[in-house]
């Protein structure tokens, strides 16, 4: 299994908009590392949802149920793909960017070397680090 982390602004799609669809189909990726995070990822791998510019921080968690297939926001460019993502639960409490910064094990986690990218892969020992942070089990 593969850890994902994936950026979304909340005031466009946040994590309540998540729960109320059941489902995501994370479209709209412009960026080729990001893509090939996607093409990279498998079905039920373990997805943590971050939110991005307001409320920052890890806030719920989520799984991949379909693998990558084209874009279809971008139906004449196949190079750009999507993933469907399911919502698996909340967090108990967010896990604020400022505190995984503080966090010396967490200092090689891509969301803070690259800051900008909206998908990510998270190594399995960063990933249960942040679920403790936000107070859930994964065992």
């Given at each position: 299994m593969n850890?994902?982390?994936?950026?979304?602004?909340?005031?466009?799609?946040?994590?309540?908009?998540?729960?109320?669809?059941?489902?995501?189909?994370?479209?709209?990726?412009?960026?080729?590392?990001?893509?090939?995070?996607?093409?990279?990822?498998?079905?039920?791998?373990?997805?943590?949802?971050?939110?991005?510019?307001?409320?920052?921080?890890?806030?719920?968690?989520?799984?991949?149920?379909?693998?990558?297939?084209?874009?279809?926001?971008?139906?004449?460019?196949?190079?750009?793909?999507v993933v469907e993502l399911e919502p698996v639960m909340a967090l108990d409490k967010l896990v604020p960017l400022s505190q995984i910064k503080a966090e010396p094990l967490l200092e090689n986690l891509s969301l803070i070397r690259q800051s900008r990218l909206s998908v990510m892969p998270v190594r399995a020992d960063e990933f249960e680090l942040i679920l403790k942070m936000g107070q859930i089990s994964n065992g």
């Open positions: 850890y994902w982390l994936v950026k979304s602004e909340p005031d466009v799609y946040g994590w309540t908009h998540f729960i109320e669809q059941g489902k995501a189909v994370w479209d709209g990726v412009r960026n080729y590392q990001a893509r090939n995070n996607l093409k990279a990822m498998q079905l039920g791998d373990q997805v943590l949802f971050y939110h991005s510019v307001t409320n920052i921080g890890v806030v719920g968690l989520a799984k991949v149920s379909k693998e990558a297939y084209p874009d279809p926001t971008s139906p004449d460019d196949l190079r750009w793909v």
